[in-house]
């Protein structure tokens, strides 16, 4: 059932203005990558000054901030610094591993101390041949065959020096420098590969000049350390050091907290059949033996385009059936996935709900998009939804996204990110947030 306040409710959503506050226009890229927010690129990341205002203007100090979506963790880092206690969930390793790695300060002198180990072992081996010194028991495909993806990305030189970073990083003694180098390694990955950086879809470019991958690598665990430097810095000012910040990799509809432990959620969700982050992380996943099949590895992420099946028992809102039905008349396909995705939403919302305390505040990051010449509106259906499970309608804010933090462009038949000569659309020039309080 659709709550009675809605009416009222989605008035909030008409004629709306930008609030040039919530913009950030401001920020310069430094600002945003302050800290450990640079370590790993992230498709539709969190400006961390929104989620801090969000989570200042909506908990205190020593509240649970829970992000469902955490992606690469950004609400988890600005929670850490403001002293809110969090927990992190995601259904992609990738982020999971990056998350870990943003949160987790490590010592300067002891990091600077792994950094010379890695330096010196990495040099040991500066010029290699296949697997020469390298243990290679502990690497993907055994050191004996790689696994076929790991081939078609990557050049058999790069395998090699990728296999002599792996096992640098395998040798050091704490766990949290082992994160930390991972995700410094992760992060290489693409630019090592010959995925196309221009493309937003993985495709191959065979004649990419391919750097030296252990040049790559440490140049950018230097870049890390700075950061880590920096986080580890305002956290001792802030007396901040053993707030706990907890990253899972875990599905969004099974949270792993307490019933009404929870004083704010603040999330940006997946978008229906746009970012695959499953493909997008394929080659992160593929490295650290995350993905044998990418058909199976795309199963949980809510808003994948394939092997949709089966639809929802319930979408919990009449403007996501509306939505779901002028669909269907154009691509029943595409009217399947959508169907699912409001459905998979309130699912989430449905355990959002349940980890929330009474009087507690949900605030989500959401833009509407275009699938097929239908308007998905994304936000008036979540509000919809969220008020049918007991949440009211606070507040909606729209707020203009910066060109530089998301991709601009979207094809208008598929609603997928589009090489910006191909696009006939701007996706996202604005998006909302909408907050939302669970009913006393
Ligand atoms: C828009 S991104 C979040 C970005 C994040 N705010 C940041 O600053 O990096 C949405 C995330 O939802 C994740 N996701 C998709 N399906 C999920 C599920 N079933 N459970 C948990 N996370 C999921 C995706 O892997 C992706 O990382």
């Known amino acids: 059932m659709v709550g009675s306040g809605l009416a009222r409710g989605l008035d909030s959503f008409e004629g709306l203005l930008p609030e040039p506050s919530w913009a950030f226009l401001e920020l310069t890229q430094k600002q945003t990558s302050y800290a450990t927010h640079g370590y790993h690129r992230y498709p539709a990341k969190f400006i961390p000054q929104l989620a801090a205002r969000l989570i200042r203007e909506h908990s205190s100090e020593g509240n649970l901030v829970i992000d469902p ?5 950004t609400t988890l880092v600005e929670a ?16 999971h591993l990056v998350a870990q790695a943003k949160t987790q300060a490590i010592e300067p002198t002891r990091l600077t101390h792994a950094m010379e180990q890695l330096v010196e072992r990495l040099s040991e081996h500066a010029q290699p041949s296949l697997f020469t010194g390298v243990e290679t028991q502990s690497l993907p495909g055994n050191g004996t065959e790689w696994h076929e993806r790991l081939r078609y990305w990557f050049s058999e030189a790069t395998l090699c020096q990728l296999a002599q970073i792996q096992q640098a990083i395998n040798r050091l003694e704490s766990e949290a420098e082992r994160t930390f180098f991972n995700c410094a390694l992760s992060h290489t990955l693409k630019s090592v590969s010959y995925w196309h950086d221009r493309s937003v879809k993985p495709m191959r470019k065979l004649d990419k000049p391919i750097p030296d991958a252990r040049r790559v690598f440490l140049r950018h665990a230097k870049r890390m350390a700075h950061g880590n430097r920096e986080f580890w810095n305002l956290l001792c000012e802030r007396d901040a050091l053993d707030i706990p910040a907890v990253a899972y990799c875990a599905d969004a509809r099974q949270l792993p907290a307490e019933d009404l432990s929870a004083s704010l959620v603040v999330t940006s969700p997946p978008y229906v059949t746009s970012y695959e982050y499953a493909d997008l992380h394929q080659l992160s996943a593929l490295w650290f033996g995350w993905m044998g099949d990418l058909r199976e590895f795309r199963e949980g992420f809510i808003g994948r385009s394939n092997g949709v099946h089966s639809l929802p028992a319930e979408l919990g809102s009449h403007r996501a059936a509306r939505i779901v039905a002028q669909m269907e008349a154009v691509n029943p396909r595409k009217a399947r996935e959508v ?7 309130y699912d989430s919302f449905r355990e959002m709900q349940r980890v929330l305390k009474r009087g507690g505040y949900l605030c989500i990051v959401i833009g509407n998009t275009h699938l097929c010449g239908v308007e998905v509106q994304n936000a008036q259906v979540f509000a919809e939804q969220l008020e049918s499970l007991g949440f009211s309608l606070e507040r909606v804010i729209l707020r203009e996204i910066p060109s530089k933090i998301l991709p601009r462009t979207r094809d208008k038949t598929t609603g997928k990110f589009a090489r910006t000569l191909d696009a006939d659309y701007v996706a996202y020039p604005t998006e909302y947030i909408v907050v939302v309080r669970k009913r006393a």
Do not use: H, Q, T
């Not at 169907?339 to 998979?344: C, H, I």
């Open 69 to 73: 979506f955490m992606g690469s963790g």
């Open 80 to 95: 850490k610094l403001l002293r809110r206690r969090s927990i992190g969930v995601d259904i992609n390793p990738v982020a």
């Open 339 to 345: 169907a699912l995705y409001f459905g998979e939403m």
